[in-house]
């Protein structure tokens, strides 16, 4: 992955000229002053870990297993939000680990917290290193790191088996270092799918999708990561925990959803028990055009309540829309225009639910594309984080913000959020897009375009900050899937208010009575 952006390298796309074009007489995007840092040149702190500690690390996963190289370091510093970038791409590797400790069991993971909390080490649990709200970041050197003896990623990419497989139950067991591609992989063989597919999905791990509550791109028919999840063992620097006995149970509240969400917080998640579904014999994705973004979100929430409901299901406003495709003609016959559906149908036969779900949509105004628009989100599903790379080259800030809501209030909180963008920015380019419902409410999801000023960052934090006001005010959920992480933590507390806060405070301070993992992240 690279290090100062998203995937494959060998991946990237320069932009084209005539969108350089547009970008510049659009939003008057200018080429950046000064040309990104290259590996070699980002700025690292010393290592602060006294030699005795290292040795300590080495002791429990073996030397090989400590890492305090520059590379290394430097890929595993902070995540993958647009911050996170331009900081990377100016050289600035201030929160840089001081190692990278990779355990390969659960008892290595045990014995490395009860080490690092007695000794006082920060520990950031580290999966794909895709987080987008400062989940690996937790504590800047001029802000609480002199209370450590140093900090470490705990990097999980050696516990990446599949245990097992119990076909009678549709349970697979598995480490959470394991990429999705791999998971998907390993279960294909099985003639099994998880169904999980969000944007992250080349890279993101199984406990990273657990530890921030992932939302796929399918959840309407798969449901989100944690209605996956049917058990967990977390380890934790006061001991071990396991959850999930059974399918539903009485037994007191659900401790699973203390973990699910929980960013590496609480403890150290070693294994997951999933739901798995039957690999879907059939797959098929169309597009369809509604005349506003109203209209298509009634039509939406038609499907979600009444039914029948396709695994994927779309709708881009009129913004998205018209930027995110290349043929406005292709929109339908009346012209350009109007807002794109994309709906996606998965199972054993597809077909009786597509017809079904194809009348309901004409039927409140939505007018058939095929399959042509379907198999183009198909192909593209997972480019988007690699045109972002390219515009932040060219000079533009790009970024995205989610949030969700219940129907009867999403215009608000959709105008909320659109208004509270152009307050801070200016002229942005604002695009939204529903991705995830639910029978009582659905899912935001934003994208910005705005040129770069001279500080791109305190640019785009102090648009977040209005943002996350503008989000609690206007009643809707701080996040739907990527987390609380840095980015979200005032404005989540004011969301669950100071009792919410103060239970998460209690469970903190009974599972990590030092408070060394990643601290400064999720706990108001």
């Known amino acids: 992955m690279l290090w100062s952006g998203w995937g494959d390298p060998a991946r990237a796309r320069e932009l084209p000229e005539q969108v350089r074009k547009l970008l510049h007489d659009l939003l008057g995007v200018r080429d950046p002053a000064t040309p990104a840092a290259t590996l070699d040149e980002v700025r690292l702190p010393p290592v602060a870990l006294p030699a005795p500690l290292r040795a ?4 429990v996963v073996g030397e090989a297993h400590v890492l305090t190289g520059h590379e290394d370091r430097v890929r595993h510093t902070r995540g993958k939000s647009t911050p996170d970038l331009l900081r990377m791409r100016a050289g600035d590797g201030s929160d840089a680990p001081d190692a990278v400790v990779l355990p390969g069991s659960h008892d290595e993971v045990a014995e490395l917290l009860r080490l690092c909390s007695r000794e006082r080490v ?3 649990p580290f999966g794909g290193g895709t987080s987008v709200v400062g989940g690996l970041a937790p504590v800047g050197r001029a802000h609480g790191r002199a209370r450590f003896a140093g900090v470490v990623a705990l990097d999980l990419r050696r516990l990446d088996r599949l245990r097992s497989v119990d076909t009678e139950s549709m349970i697979a067991e598995f480490e959470p270092g394991v ?3 791999d998971a998907e992989r390993l279960l294909a063989a099985h003639g099994l799918t998880l169904g999980h597919f969000p944007q992250s999905f080349e890279y993101a791990t199984l406990g990273g999708f657990a530890a921030a509550r992932s939302s796929g791109q399918a959840s309407a028919g798969y449901g989100r990561f944690d209605d996956m999840v049917a058990g967990l063992t977390l380890a934790t620097p006061a001991g071990d925990l396991e959850l999930g006995r059974a399918p539903k149970s009485a037994a007191g509240p659900d ?3 203390l973990v699910l969400g929980s960013e ?8 997951l028990r999933l739901r798995v579904r039957r690999a879907p014999a059939e797959r098929r994705y169309e597009g369809w055009r509604f005349p506003t973004f109203a209209a298509g979100s009634a039509a939406a929430r038609a499907l979600a309540q009444e039914g029948p409901l396709p695994a994927v299901l779309r709708l881009s406003d009129e913004t998205e829309t018209m930027i995110g495709l290349a043929d406005p003609g292709a929109i339908g016959s009346g012209g350009p225009g109007g807002c794109l559906m994309i709906t996606g149908y998965e199972g054993a036969r597809v077909e009786p639910r597509r017809t079904d779900a194809s009348a309901v949509l004409a039927r409140l105004g939505g007018e058939p594309l095929g399959e042509g628009p379907g198999q183009a989100w198909e192909h593209g599903r997972f480019s988007a984080p690699y045109l972002r790379d390219s515009l932040l080259a060219a000079g533009a800030t790009v970024e995205t913000l989610e949030t969700a809501g219940f129907w009867a209030n999403l215009p608000r909180l959709y105008d909320a959020v659109r208004l509270a963008l152009l307050g801070a920015l200016g ?6 897009h529903i991705s995830h419902v639910y029978e009582t409410g659905a899912s935001l999801y934003f994208t910005v375009v705005v040129a770069q000023d001279g500080e791109p960052v305190a640019q785009w934090e102090r648009a977040k ?6 989000v609690v005010e206007a009643g809707g959920t701080i996040t739907h899937h990527h987390g609380v992480g840095r980015d979200h933590l005032e404005a989540y507390g004011r969301e669950i208010g100071p009792v919410g806060v103060g239970i998460l405070r209690a469970v903190k301070a009974s599972v990590d009575p030092e408070g060394v993992l990643n601290p400064g992240v999720l706990i108001p």
């Open 56 to 59: 300590a690390l080495a002791g």
């Open 122 to 124: 920060a520990v950031v």
């Open 179 to 181: 990429r999705a591609p």
């Open 255 to 257: 401790l699973r959803q």
């Open 264 to 271: 590496g917080a609480f403890g150290v998640i070693t294994a």
């Open 427 to 432: 002229s942005p380019l604002v695009l939204c």
């Open 465 to 470: 900050e209005a943002v996350n006001a503008a």
